[in-house]
């Protein structure tokens, strides 16, 4: 079975997007080792074998796997790679990824520098445009960096029940960067985002992005991706939340059906935001509140009917 395309899709999410190259299995990322501003770092998606020209024999390997723990990606990304190269004998043993933290160059945008700052203002410029508040900032305690890995990006972290930093998601405010979304590697399965916030007696919204959520504002949970956190799931049939509404993207219909059967095999009643092609970041909040009063409750009949459209 050839599972090129799914060890790429793995690198990318890690890498971020890959160039190919002349031999179709070699791709070309920017090396996240030493940030070389041209992309230098080739992965031979059929054999694992890596090799930046810059920076080797540092950034040197025969499988990603090694690339991945170097880098300290969280360890359910690495299982997945190793499972792709079954002849990597690279143990996991006492493997812990660093504790998630804020970035040494984070400043709050809360923050008004004094003086001329570019990287403020473009940051407030691109928040302005994408309808975040002043208010919303300080709710989200949303910063920038101008340096470092993070540099001219927007930090949004995400704090758990007791208010310590769990993730954060740092978007690029660049018109066109390489890549848009970067974040701390770690393991998202004990994530709950903006878990803070959330109130687990009334209705819940799961999302996928953190702009999502925020665009929304009433009680959204994002994912940070398509999959529900393990911990998330857990809490869902722990709390006292009796309706769950599921906002993800179209190309997530079919973990959304998924998800729809699980909860309400667990008693809870299910709601499916149709959102009509479009981010609910950016949709705006008056277009996604129209479409959550819109909104109908599944039945096992209805999702029947949705899988096999999917189908």
Same mark, same amino acid.
């Given at each position: 079975?050839? @599972? ?18 002349? @031999? ?9 080792i ?52 079954k ?12 504790k998630?933290?804020?970035?040494? &160059? ?41 340096s ?26 660049e ?5 848009k ?8 399965t &004990? ?7 959330i ?12 702009f ?7 009680n ?13 799931m857990?809490?869902?049939? &722990? ?17 959304s ?16 935001? &149709? ?23 599944l ?13």
């Amino acid at each position: 079975m050839d @599972n090129s395309k799914y060890v790429l899709g793995l690198l990318e999410s890690v890498l971020g997007k890959a160039k190919p190259d002349k @031999n179709k299995m070699d791709h070309i990322f920017h090396c996240p080792i030493c940030k070389h501003k041209k992309p230098k770092l080739v992965v031979n998606i059929s054999t694992g074998q890596y090799n930046c020209w810059t920076c080797h024999p540092a950034t040197k390997g025969k499988t990603p796997v090694t690339l991945f723990k170097k880098l300290e990606v969280s360890a359910d990304k690495i299982l997945e790679m190793k499972q792709y190269f079954k002849g990597d004998r690279t143990s996991l043993e006492n493997y812990n990824p660093t504790k998630v933290t804020l970035p040494e &160059e984070f400043v709050p945008l809360s923050n008004i520098p004094k003086g001329i700052n570019i990287e403020y203002r473009h940051a407030m410029v691109y928040l302005k445009q994408r309808g975040i508040t002043t208010e919303d900032i300080k709710k989200y305690n949303m910063g920038y960096c101008s340096s470092g890995r993070f540099r001219n990006r927007i930090i949004v972290p995400s704090y758990d029940k007791n208010g310590q930093l769990n993730y954060f998601i740092a978007r690029s405010f660049e018109k066109e960067p390489f890549l848009k979304y970067d974040a701390p590697s770690c393991s998202k399965t &004990e994530i709950i985002g903006f878990e803070y916030l959330i109130n687990w007696k009334i209705p819940v919204i799961l999302c996928e992005g953190s702009f999502d959520a925020i665009a929304i504002k009433r009680n959204a949970i994002p994912l940070f991706g398509k999959t529900i956190p393990k911990a998330l799931m857990m809490k869902l049939v &722990e709390s006292d939340v009796k309706t769950v509404y599921i906002a993800l993207d179209n190309d997530a219909l079919k973990e959304s059906m998924t998800y729809a059967e699980s909860l309400i095999n667990m008693g809870k009643e299910v709601y499916l935001i &149709e959102l009509e092609g479009k981010d609910p970041a950016d949709m705006g909040f008056e277009t996604i509140t129209k479409l959550l009063h819109r909104a109908k409750q599944l039945t096992f009949t209805d999702l029947l009917i949705k899988k096999m459209q999917l189908a």
